[in-house]
């Protein structure tokens, strides 16, 4: 099997398809336009792209599944930085005084979603 798309609930798809796509530097499906009822985000293969499906209901419980990202052009501070000034906002801040631990975040629909360590800064 491949894993083709993950799939998230949102009360406005576009609107979270493009904060996803500009977290991510994927472009938009071919064609999606605001007011779409699914709206993806499109990965370079092999990673399965991101399908944004509008629901009725608002988000009321934390994520039975969430995405855990490493940053490969930033440190994890730097990524969070980015992603604060971009509309998500922390949830849980895990980080140690030793360096390592991650953050759990919100996308503006409240999705949780983890920053954790670069490979650069798990190396060292």
Known sequence: MILRHITIDAANPYELAQFWGTVTGWPLGEGDEPGDDEVLVDA????PGMLFIAVPEAKSVKNRVHID????ERTRDEEVE??????ASIHEDHRLP???GWVTMLDPERNEFCIERS???RAS
């Open 44 to 47: 370079p293969a092999p990673i």
């Open 69 to 72: 990202w490493v940053p490969t």
């Open 82 to 87: 980015r992603l604060l000034g971009l509309g």
């Open 98 to 100: 030793d360096g390592r």
């Open 119 to 121: 490979e650069a800064e």
